[in-house]
């Protein structure tokens, strides 16, 4: 099989990643850098070093490749020029996610409208061949019976029906689940189309389900995210996302995370308009929190108490809803992409919360 015409290698030069200081992020500049890349990894401020110190730290772990810091605002057009140009790639995975007290719009300006001038600032890098873009399994989940297995071919926007009513542009400003899921997948089909229309490069997406993993600095905590659910339970206390704490946590680790995007830059396979969720292997990846709760427990049994949902004795005290199941099949088949375990994932993640000393 012939290369793609736009798949890249460190020897195409430099690629760029935007929101490189997040959890997300972090580990796609550390997974490119091990490969070789000189990654020019921006933030919104250089000199934070709460932020960046783990990034320019990974120039001095014998990695093959190399990191830069740059500065870009998801807000300020223009402000991506420096970074992007001459590069062969970009992968976008810098967004407002709403874990900052942001508005819904909030969330939607920065996961959609502000996409369009980081891609005209790649654009205008002039050498670009690949933009992968971080979206999310809230651009793919909709409606279903229990137990409905989600693939790439699902969009959040099918089955409207099934909304009664809540499915519409009007309901942006008010609830944030439906601006982050309408923007993440109003973000693909954009970019699928300027690329189609520009023709000289090509445009993809990562969409993750409920990443966690190891976190690399104190940042990565953020409040609500499921990496710091997780810190919580190890800490003796209950899941509070949703209702008695019952969840199928459908997982991805954060590392295959991070392989996946630079993998969308490399294959010969992708093109333009891939999507690859990013979730469970297989089943062992689901858990309910209280199957999450009792692989933690037994990984860590120094700590007395496990946090996690309602218990009726050893049982659930009440039935957990059977989604969103789905599988990251398409990843291992298309970008080669070989996952953890759930075991490692949940073990690296709790090693690195006692590592930094924030349980």
Known sequence: MSKSLTAISPADGPIAVTGASGYIGSWVVHDCVEQGYTVRACVRDASNSNKVDHLLAMNNQGLRGSVELYEGDLFKPGSYDAAFKGCSGVIHTGATVGYNSETPQEVYDGCFTEVTHVLDSAIKGGTLKRFVFTSSFAAVGHPRPEGYVFTEKDWCGDNIEAYNGGWTENRIPEDRNTAYAMAKANTEKMIYQQAAENGTFDAMAILPLHVIGPIMCENHDQGMSWQNCMRYMMKGKQYKKTEGGRMLWNNTDVRDCGRAHRLCCESTIAKNGSRYILSAADRRGELYTWQMQEMMQKLYP????????????????QHTYEKPRSYCLLAKQELGLETYSI???????????LALGLV
């Open 302 to 317: 120094q700590i007395p108490v496990m946090g996690g949902e309602e218990m009726d004795g050893d049982k659930p005290a």
């Open 343 to 353: 075991e490692d994932t949940i073990r690296a993640t709790g090693d690195s919360y």
